[in-house]
């Protein structure tokens, strides 16, 4: 059963009848308002409104959620520019494809949630600058640690090399992301941390990440050779690419629940978990087995995952079948939605507890039961709401319809950031605080 909780498949599965407890007003931690439409039509409606907001009715080009669009934050063509650049010195496809896995998977490992204070500067090339927070922040960070050679040995500056993360500096790492005693990150260590681990990983698994030559020169594009190798060429199925990322990058995560051995990386016991198995086996909750009590989310994976596709298939051209699996992402933004718009409300115990760790708004460690039954209820609101907004935008069941990864793209992520920027001017950060090592959310 533990192995089961490291597939793609038991995200949906184990969050699914977490949601339907929230449907019923049944949850631990949270009082549930799915009975006032109006609440629901309200977060639907601002969703709709920024989907044709920034895409009129041309919902086709709707790029679906990945980190190319981050690292492309404020409309500066970074990741393109850098491919146009690799076409003239004659970089063949795969190679390329190499490269912005490469690229993608060190920026996708450093996108934990950074807090309200940090920003990075981008000078511009009319000499202005820019700052970008976050997300969108540690993309842009990443790419100039990436395209000035940080990550690589002096041969080829724009690949990732295992030894040269390995050698990372916490001092390197402060001056890349221009942190300093103004500008502070939440988690900033555990970065540094995941780094080396990756390095590690990447020595370890040499299977999928090595190459010809030296061990130390293994890098997280290799894994194009792999799934070439092990699918029997370019059509793969995308359990194939999960198996690849978890088998690869799961050491990285700190060992947190292990389970027959194995370590289950981000998944987490959950109350709510329990009632819904004890209900459906029909035993009592003591009698319960270990992992018929957690929820995995594999949050990072997953973000990884549907960031690589787009390089895979559009430079690799690969052809991945059941991408379906993917789930929404359970994270503060699309998570937010739920708090900000009154759909679920925090039960005054757990309130309290919350506040003893916060101010203005509660916090919580990632462990916290409340922060796993919001995380499974995000994956379930997700899933339920597609259709909703498919209907209202009047392209249900046409060949415009949007899928998951558009729905998150250009919908509930995006709603959820500004929903908290205008409840929360101030930080305009989530409705609830995560007390993070920058390893998860």
């Excluded at 549930?32 to 709709?48: E, N, R």
């Excluded at 492309?72 to 190679?95: F, Y």
């Excluded at 130390?216 to 690419?241: A, E, F, H, Q, S």
């Excluded at 994976?301 to 789930?327: A, C, D, H, M």
């Amino acid at each position: 059963m533990a192995d089961y909780l490291l597939t793609i498949a038991s995200v949906r599965a184990k969050s699914t009848p977490i949601f339907q407890l929230a449907l019923e007003d049944d949850l631990t931690n949270f009082d549930s308002h799915f009975d006032d439409a109006s609440k629901l039509d309200s977060c639907l409606d601002f969703i709709v409104s920024l989907i044709n907001r920034d895409f009129g009715k041309d919902y086709n080009s709707i790029p679906p959620h990945g980190r190319w669009q981050h690292l492309e934050a404020g409309g500066v063509s970074r990741v393109t520019k850098l491919v146009t650049k690799w076409h003239k010195n004659r970089v063949d496809q795969l190679e390329i494809t190499r490269r912005l896995i490469d690229l993608f998977v060190v920026s996708v490992f450093l996108d934990a949630g950074a807090g309200d204070i940090w920003k990075f500067t981008e000078v511009n090339e009319d000499g202005t600058s820019t700052s970008y927070g976050r997300s969108e922040g540690l993309a842009v960070a990443s790419y100039y640690m990436f395209a000035g050679g940080g990550m690589a040995n002096d041969d080829v500056s724009d690949v990732v090399n295992a030894k040269k993360l390995f050698s990372i500096t916490v001092e390197q790492m402060k001056s890349w992301l221009q942190i300093d005693s103004a500008n502070t990150m939440t988690g900033f260590e555990g970065r540094v941390e995941l780094l080396r681990s990756l390095s590690q990983s990447l020595w370890r698994n040499g299977e999928i990440f090595g190459g010809e030559g030296d061990s130390d020169n293994n890098r997280p594009g290799n894994i194009v050779d792999y799934l070439i190798k092990k699918c029997g060429g370019t059509t793969i199925d995308m359990t194939d690419l999960w198996d690849a990322l978890m088998t690869g990058f799961n050491s990285i995560w700190k060992s947190r629940l292990v389970i027959e051995g194995k370590s289950l990386g981000d998944a987490w016991y959950c109350q709510s978990a329990a009632k819904v198995s004890s209900k459906k086996l029909g035993i009592k909750l003591e009698d319960l087995k270990e992992t018929d009590k957690i929820v995995p989310f594999h949050k990072l994976t997953q973000w990884l995952t549907y960031s690589l596709l787009i390089p895979l298939k559009k430079y690799g051209n690969f052809s991945v079948r059941n991408e379906e699996l993917l789930t929404g992402l359970p994270e503060y933004r699309n998570g937010g939605l739920l708090i900000d718009f009154g759909l679920l409300s925090i039960k005054p115990e757990a309130l309290t507890r919350g506040m003893s760790l916060g101010k203005e708004i509660p916090f919580y460690k990632p462990d916290d039961d409340l922060i796993v039954e919001w995380r499974s209820c995000t994956v379930g609101f997700l899933d339920y709401i597609l259709p909703l907004v498919n209907e209202k935008l009047g392209i249900k069941g046409s060949s415009e319809e949007l899928v998951l990864p558009q729905l998150i793209e250009a919908g509930s992520w995006k709603a959820g950031r500004e929903i908290a920027a205008k409840k929360r001017p101030s930080t305009k950060g989530p409705p609830i605080g995560l007390d993070s090592d920058g390893t998860v959310f």
